[in-house]
Structure formats: structure tokens, C-alpha cells
């Protein structure tokens, strides 16, 4: 049923529309066109120019991505450069504070060893009565809570 609902509705429409052609010459085609030649051509125009403003714009959006992404990139060129550069200076001092110390120890060691004058006597001294203290503890407490026990 539907379906011959369906062949009925076109042939009417081919019905009417084959009339209407009937009505319509060429002449009259052409200007028909004419009166509406300007509402046609407003029409195409503003389609065309809200295209082009579209692609436009996601052609810009685009490219302000991608410039994003490469500023993005140089900062962390940046930062990693900076870093590795951070790094090596920490690393350069470290092992300069390193020679100075084992220089500093070498001297200590020569002078206790070769030396015998008083001063190389009084460090021995001192060195030997840092060695005597006893390393004590700041505060251990037994157990977490031991000054939060009531007292008595």
C-alpha cells in the first residue's frame, strides 16, 4: 500500500510539473531569471564569501597550532640546553670542591707525617679527641606517642 502511495505521489508530481513546463517558455525562462538575477547572485556571493571565511579560519587555526607546537618545542630546547648547561657547571664546581678537599687532606697527611713540630702534634690531638667523642643522638624517642602519655 505504501509503496503505491508513493508511485501515485510522483506521477502527480510529474503531472504538475510537466504542466508548469507547458506554461514556461524560453522567453519567459530567461525572464524569470532575469528579475531574480540579483536575489541569485546576493545569494551565491554570500555563500561564497562565508565559505572562503571559514576555510580561512580553520586555516588559521591551524597554523596557530602549529606555531604553538614549535614554540613549545624551542622552550624546551631551551630548558633541556639550560639544564645540561646547569649540569655541567654543578658537576665542574663539585669536582673542583673535590681537588681542593683531597689536596687539602694530602697537606694534612704530609704535615702529620713528615712533621714533628708542634703544630703537627696539636692536630694529632685534635683529630684524636674528635675521634674519642661518643656520637650521641639528638632525641630518639621510644616510641611516637611517648610526650603525648599522661604523666603519673
Not at 22 to 51: E, M, N, R, S, Y
Not at 108 to 130: F, G, M, P, W, Y
Amino acid at each position: 500500500m505504501a509503496m503505491a502511495a508513493r508511485v501515485m505521489l510522483v506521477a502527480a508530481l510529474v503531472v504538475v510539473w510537466l504542466r508548469l513546463l507547458k506554461h514556461f517558455c524560453a522567453q519567459h525562462l530567461c525572464t524569470v531569471i532575469k528579475d531574480w538575477q540579483t536575489l541569485v547572485a546576493g545569494l551565491v556571493g554570500f555563500g561564497g564569501l562565508a565559505w572562503v571565511t571559514y576555510e580561512n579560519a580553520k586555516l588559521g587555526r591551524s597554523r596557530d597550532d602549529r606555531v604553538h607546537r614549535q614554540n613549545i618545542n624551542a622552550e624546551k630546547v631551551a630548558l633541556d640546553e639550560k639544564a645540561r648547561a646547569f649540569a655541567a657547571v654543578v658537576a665542574w664546581q663539585i669536582a673542583y670542591s673535590l681537588l681542593e678537599v683531597v689536596t687539602a687532606r694530602k697537606r694534612l697527611a704530609n704535615l702529620l707525617e713528615s712533621d714533628e713540630t708542634e703544630c703537627a702534634q696539636k692536630v694529632r690531638q685534635i683529630l684524636q679527641t674528635l675521634r674519642d667523642i661518643p656520637p650521641t643522638p639528638l632525641f630518639e624517642p621510644s616510641s611516637p606517642f611517648e610526650h603525648f602519655a599522661p604523666s603519673g
